[in-house]
């Protein structure tokens, strides 16, 4: 396991962006104690369906907020106030924005300086995401959505928790530039790739025969910002997106989620349509398996020997490396990096003739 720092990453340890912090089902059934960011973290959702996430400890005494089973307003189910929380210690009551608005056993104002943080958060496609930035700066970047999503068409998806991985998520990062894996680790070869970068954003082309489906896979993939990868990909007249999400714990430490949102044969998804989506979830994470396998074993890439003809590891590592720049030095950043970059020795999309971008917010 290496650090951000040991990366050349920084000088803030972690990334600034939208990330998933849960399963929008799994905050259904009541608070939960989370942990991104190296803070414990306090995760509920209000009466009033919103999703709320605070810093998890109580300035009255440090209590975690919503780490415990056991104490009677908890087990009475009386916690929740509106959007607002009680500590379950002595009652003291935070509101979304994470300041004290009562004390059950006291008259005067509330203390300003028992504020905690609150972090932006959203439901969206299924999970909760959170704003995340070290200085608590506002979203500069919209959290990306596929308006599939909602279309009946289109078979959701449940996610695939894949748990916390040893592992910086700037190894996970290079798998967008990483054209030379595809044949060895995933039996899919690629007949043409391109990397291009726009400012926040990160895609890839590319596409070639797979021989787990046995079929030709064409994909167009992007991360929006640094936690989430979406890919529109196109095989045996199929259609689908499938998102992989990594989400920092503690420095070096990373959690995974991974789901495919499934076109569906009908203007409403039959239930074939939902056992094929099913499947092809399972497909795609047996391929994305054969990534975390290698991830779990392996030294950390502190430096890439970069040959002439790999992708573009040190362009795209540079353009990671933003999210965790100080606010002055982001656009330098993005004017060195934006753009399309080809890889020696492969074919490009419009050399291939392949585009799949119809549709895609770039
Ligand atoms: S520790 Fe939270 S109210 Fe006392
Ligand atoms: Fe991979």
């Known amino acids: 396991m290496a650090k951000a720092a040991e990366y050349g990453l920084g000088p803030n340890t972690y990334p600034r962006g939208w990330f998933i912090v849960a ?10 104690a989370v942990r991104f960011f190296g803070e414990d973290l306090a995760l509920y959702r209000g009466e009033s369906g919103k999703p709320v996430l605070l810093d998890a400890y109580c300035s009255h005494m440090g209590t975690h907020l919503t780490a415990s089973t056991s104490a009677m307003i908890v087990k009475n189910g009386l916690q929740i106030e509106g959007d607002s929380i009680r500590c379950p210690y002595h009652g003291w009551r935070y509101n979304a924005e994470g300041d004290v608005d009562d004390i059950p056993y006291h008259d005067g104002p509330c203390p300003k300086s028992a504020s905690i943080r609150s972090y932006p958060v959203v439901d969206n496609m299924g ?19 596929l308006p599939e999503w909602n279309d009946p068409r289109w078979v959701q998806w449940e996610l695939d928790h894949l748990g916390e991985l040893n592992i910086h998520p700037q190894e996970i990062l290079d798998n967008m530039a990483d054209v030379r894996h595809l044949g060895p680790t995933h039996g899919a070869p690629s007949e043409y790739f391109e990397n291009e970068l726009i400012d926040h954003i990160c895609i890839q082309r590319q596409g070639g025969p797979m021989q787990l489906y046995d079929t030709y896979l064409y994909t167009t993939t992007w991360y929006t910002g640094p936690g989430l990868l979406l890919s529109k990909q196109i095989f045996a007249g199929n259609t689908m997106y499938e998102l992989i999400a990594n989400t920092p714990v503690d420095d070096g430490v990373s959690k995974a989620w991974h789901g495919v949102l499934f076109c569906g044969s009908e203007d409403v998804a039959t239930a074939e349509d939902r056992e094929a989506g099913k499947a092809a979830q399972a497909g795609a994470l047996e391929a994305f398996g054969a990534d975390f396998n290698i991830w779990a074993n392996k030294r950390p890439a502190l430096k890439i020997m970069q040959l002439k003809t790999d992708g573009p590891f ?6 990671y490396s933003q999210f965790y720049a100080a606010a002055g030095d982001v656009a330098a950043i993005r004017d060195e990096v934006n753009g399309v970059h ?4 492969m074919a490009t999309p419009s050399d291939a003739g392949h585009n799949i971008d119809a549709g895609l917010p770039f």
């Open 314 to 319: 040190r362009t795209i590592r540079k353009w």
């Open 127 to 145: 999970c909760v995401m959170a704003w995340y930035d070290p200085d608590g700066r506002d979203p500069d970047y919209e959290v990306p959505s």
């Open 23 to 32: 399963e929008s089902k799994e905050l259904d059934a009541g608070p939960m």
């Open 342 to 345: 080809h890889t020696q020795q």
